[in-house]
């Protein structure tokens, strides 16, 4: 299994990292890499970024109990494993809002810092494509890319159970923190708007319950999920992005057939060789 926590500071940032790591260390003779693994990716696959108190607890408690199965103990839970958790979670949301940021400033950077009326604009079209479909607008899949599928290692190329197609609750994200990206600019200058729960929890909500009626809307009147194949295409532009796999090291297992084969192909070789 690959681990999740990357040698590189390529994936989430620093303090991400850092956080992780410690909750890693702090109770690795309980929690092992693959049940950690469990709830960061609860939390970067988007199953909810913003979720309520209550999921974020039942998340944590579910990891404790599948960690304490696996190593066969029984122990209470740390009183702030919750509270170290959330913490990775508040740590990711900013570190994905510093990524797309320069996304956004880059795209239309003349309407964002001179014209307030032109910046609040961009609110109602960056979603879609020059083509008028929705969610087509470049910048979301420059965004998936540099959160999830920044190199070979990154998570949407090591965990594709999880990203592919890509959920719904991911390309939620990335719409409300582009949001987040433009509100600071609404009012003709930039103003630092952190991509919070306070401030962004119903706006993320919005945008996930609008892509969900999409797809039911399309299943209902013309029998099609107008949004399975944009998701897939998000995956695969994602994984072209971040580069070719890392070769594998797992052990090769040669059948017998296969092996008689090439046996029988280098001893004719070396008759013909020898004649």
Known sequence: MANFLPKSQTKLGDRYLSEAR?????????????DLEMILNRITVCKDVFPTPEKEESWVNAVWVTACTKAGVEISQPEDL?????????????????RVQPLVTARDPESLGQNAKLARSLKTTFGDGTDGLPYRHPVIQEAINIIWFDGRESDGTM???HFFPMPYEAIALVLA???????????GSHIEIPFAYEYYADIYHHHLSALKSLQHQGLESRSCDPLYKLRQEFYNAGRQHAGPLPLRTDEVKWSQDRVDAACLAASQGSQSTAA
């Open 159 to 161: 965990f594709p159970n």
């Open 177 to 187: 923190v582009i949001e987040c990206c433009i509100d600071q600019w609404c009012e």
């Open 82 to 98: 919750a509270e170290a958790l959330m913490t990775v979670s508040s740590c990711f949301r900013s570190e994905v809002k510093q």
């Open 22 to 34: 410690d909750v890693r260390d702090q109770w690795k003779d309980i929690i092992q890499p693959g």
